[in-house]
Nanobody
């Protein structure tokens, strides 16, 4: 399993970023996928999940309405569109392959998102 994130960076409050995750080494279309973020203060924090077909999505309350998770099963890509970013969204964002039962099975290397003026 290989998960490679991209798209992080420095953005001002209120700005937008789109994270991408290229997946390989497994049958992508068969698995729930998600995003988890990490900060020194909070540790790991689940952000969002999407089911295998892409029809069901789930969000952390604080990002609901601002973040959108999608996937392209033809290209084996997972995305996280982040709008109206806030300083508290600053974190290292990981793409994760979910296991049956909901645990995070495989992780990418992470992409840093910094929201600051």
């Amino acid at each position: 399993v290989q998960l490679v994130e991209s798209g992080g960076g420095l953005v001002q409050p209120g700005g937008s970023l789109r994270l991408s995750c290229a997946a390989s080494g497994f049958t992508f279309v068969n698995w729930y996928m998600g995003w988890v973020r990490q900060t020194p203060e909070k540790g790991f924090e689940w952000v969002s999940d999407i089911n295998s077909a892409g029809h069901k999505t789930y969000y952390l309350n604080s990002v609901e309405g601002r973040f959108t998770i999608t996937r392209d099963n033809a290209k084996n890509f997972l995305y996280l569109q982040m709008d109206n970013l806030k300083p508290e969204d600053t974190a290292l964002y990981y793409c994760v392959k979910k296991q049956a039962g909901g645990a995070c099975g495989s992780w990418g290397q992470g992409t840093q998102v910094t929201v600051s003026s």
